[in-house]
């Protein structure tokens, strides 16, 4: 008993550690939706890589400026042959000599005049030592290229372009974020309706027991309003179980931790899902995807540009400067035998001549490639056209359905209230009851339904005229 008490001890505190760790790790985030979009833009993983593709363009520009600015190289190596190379070469020292011999009429021991050989034959002569050494610098200016002054002046461009497609982004998450933030919060409205009427439920269950008891209903009365209990209790489950999975996709669209909490601060504001409703102007470049289309269009156009300006010679500039060092030991220090320099600046001329018709292929190519991009932006003007004139019309239907379903939940609430009334009174029957309360659930049901449908309408309704 002894020893089993301290061990009791320590899994206690092992244990309260434990749930104080996870305590502190779990955070609670009482968000409003522009929060949300706040926290996505800082946490969900495609915006991060959106951001990324940023940085990548950037460096990508670094590289296009690098390619015309200055090249400096240095080298230095040490050579040994351990064995030199041997070049064989006509006797051309023989021939000299003879040549001498033979102009100075020399005659040899026996008197005779010295006459030339017809063949000389060769020499075989090692030429370098068995060291080498050499220690140089080069650099290289590149003065024209038709390419690289296009891709300095399209930087610009493709940071816009990276930058729009991170917008773009943001935005789609955005929009997905507000359909989802909102349905929630629509949700949990429906859940204190159904709240509500598991109250009254409860209380027309206890009433019914009464008159029960004091021999004014019957005992079917009570069973019938079980089953409604029971069935109102299981539609609460079910959507308990929507609204939590809700919370997790919300989560996951934002980046947060699923261990995280998540409470939701703003409300549904019908007066908000109907302002507007009957504005039509809008401007297609207020549309993000119209902005990064534009803005590829011009990248087309410097593309073309770019390839044109290759036919053009490129000019460049270069020098090269080294000293070296020849040895037959491995003596490189030594200051009796120096090193020798040599040094040599130029400009290179370089004239694409012929490239087997690839070039003009390429530059047809790219011109296609551009006259794609400007039919896809004909293409997005008449997409956002139908979007907005689809969009407008399913935002009017949903209001306008949602006002007809909002009129008939109060109308069928007004007729369960006073159907109860009755019912407790003794003037009317149990299935009144009944249906009345069936036809207020169908009626909070399609209700909530259409609050859904206006909701996801004015979203639409607002990305599509651009003015999320």
């Not at 002054?149 to 493709?158: D, I, K, T």
């Not at 729009?164 to 929630?184: D, G, P, R």
């Not at 004014?216 to 999975?245: A, G, P, Y």
């Not at 359905?401 to 209230?417: F, G, H, R």
Request: proline share 2%; with cysteine.
């Amino acid at each position: 008993m002894q020893t089993s008490e301290p061990r009791k001890v320590k899994g206690l505190v092992l244990l309260f550690l434990l749930i104080t760790g996870a305590a502190q790790a779990q955070q609670t985030n009482a968000f409003t939706m522009a929060q949300c979009v706040a926290y996505a833009e800082k946490n969900s993983p495609q915006v991060k890589n959106a951001l990324l593709n940023i940085k990548i363009q950037q460096e990508t520009n670094n590289e296009i400026t690098g390619a015309a600015l200055p090249r400096v190289n240095a080298s230095a190596g040490v050579n040994y042959f351990p064995q030199v190379a041997t070049q064989v070469f006509p006797n051309f020292i023989a021939a000299a000599t003879y040549g001498v011999l033979v102009k100075e009429g020399v005659r040899d021991g026996n008197g005779n005049t010295i006459a030339a050989p017809n063949d000389f034959g060769f020499v075989q002569a090692q030429f370098g030592t068995k060291y080498t050494a050499s220690v140089g610098a080069d650099f290289s200016q590149l003065l024209f290229d038709g390419q690289v002054f296009v891709g300095l002046q399209a930087r610009a461009a493709a940071m816009n372009f990276a930058r729009k497609s991170a917008e773009v982004t943001t935005e789609n998450i955005k929009v997905n974020i507000m359909k989802v933030y909102f349905q929630l919060v629509a949700a949990k409205k429906q859940m204190d309706a159904l709240d509500a009427n598991l109250h009254l439920i409860e209380k027309l269950a206890f009433n019914t027991k009464e008159l029960v008891k004091n021999g004014f209903s019957e005992k079917l009365d009570i069973d019938k309003v079980n089953v409604t209990l029971t069935n109102l209790q299981t539609e609460i489950v079910k959507i308990n179980r929507q609204i939590d999975n809700g919370y997790l996709g919300l989560k996951l669209l934002m980046g947060m931790p699923t261990t995280d909490s998540l409470i939701l601060t703003d409300t549904v504001s019908i007066d908000e899902l109907k302002s507007n409703v009957l504005e039509a102007a809008y401007n297609y470049n207020d549309r993000k995807e119209m902005q990064q289309l534009l803005i590829a269009q011009k990248l087309g156009e410097y593309n073309v540009k770019r390839y044109q300006l290759a036919k053009i010679p490129t000019l460049a500039l270069f020098g090269q400067y080294s000293t070296n060092a020849q040895r037959n030991q491995l003596d490189l220090g030594d200051s009796k035998q120096p090193w020798l320099p040599s040094s040599l600046i130029g400009l290179k001329l370089s004239a694409p001549l012929f490239q087997g018709f690839s070039r003009n292929a390429t530059i047809r190519k790219a011109r296609y490639e551009l006259e794609q991009t400007k039919n896809n932006v004909d293409l997005l003007k008449l997409s956002i056209d139908n979007d907005v004139a689809r969009a407008k019309s399913s935002l009017q239907n949903a209001i306008l359905t949602l006002d007809y379903q909002q009129k008939n939940m109060e109308l069928a609430t007004s007729v369960y209230n006073t159907t109860v009334k009755k019912y407790e009174q003794g003037l009317g029957a149990n299935i009144e009851v009944t249906n009345a309360q069936t036809e207020l659930r169908v009626a909070e049901t399609n209700y909530f339904n259409a609050l859904y449908d206006a909701i996801i309408a004015k979203i639409d309704f607002q990305k599509a005229t651009g003015k999320l």
